[in-house]
């Protein structure tokens, strides 16, 4: 059992906002996807972001408002967007009080056919 | 873009808990693992659980304690526990009012590997 947590991990500046990529913690190599915390602080955005990947983002703290291709789509904690390769996307934290805390978990698609 | 909810998920009985299987939702096939949302209502455990499958717990909602081998992790929201192949766990929830929900993401050792 190994145990990984959004307050305690190691966060650097990214995208205009807090990353904590999970090659800090040793033993994840072998997880079929990369993944990172994602710290939006109140009243802030990501940079838009688009990238061959497909993601998969866990709300784990707070409110996200997604946007994507002009739709907004509204995910509190406890919930999870799924963004195809190449859709572009911006994550905003409209709170003035909360921090916003993301796991994203990203995979390319021939991957995830590999791994069938 | 597609949003899945723990709130608004089917979810049905199991291990003594609530599971919500992300096969109900349409085009999650091509994920390199399997998914659900666990539910544990107030003051209650899963029964015993033990499988082949690596398993990544991401607690999206609540508090847990999580019992591996005698040994006791709590993992409150924003925090993830990643189990080990054949690793048997039991998972709590000792709040007397607030439900637990887990995101539970699982992939056979061999297809991690497949997927490089």
């Not at 650097?12 to 990369?34: C, K, N």
């Not at 390319?108 to 069938?116: F, K, M, T, W």
Request: with cysteine; charged share 20%.
């Amino acid at each position: 059992m190994q145990k990984f947590s959004s307050s305690t991990a190691s966060l650097s500046p990214e995208y205009g906002i807090e990353i904590g990529r999970w090659t800090q913690y040793s033993g994840t190599d072998y997880l079929p996807f990369g993944a990172m915390w994602c710290v939006i602080p109140p009243n802030s955005s990501s940079q838009p972001d688009q990238h061959p990947e497909i993601e998969l983002a866990v709300v784990v703290e707070g409110d996200a408002d997604f946007d994507v291709a002009g739709r907004r789509e509204h995910a509190p904690a406890g919930s999870a967007i799924l963004l195809g390769s190449e859709e572009g996307h911006v994550v905003h934290n409209r709170s003035a009080d909360d921090r916003l805390v993301l796991l994203s978990m990203y995979w390319l698609p021939e991957g995830a056919r590999d791994a069938g």
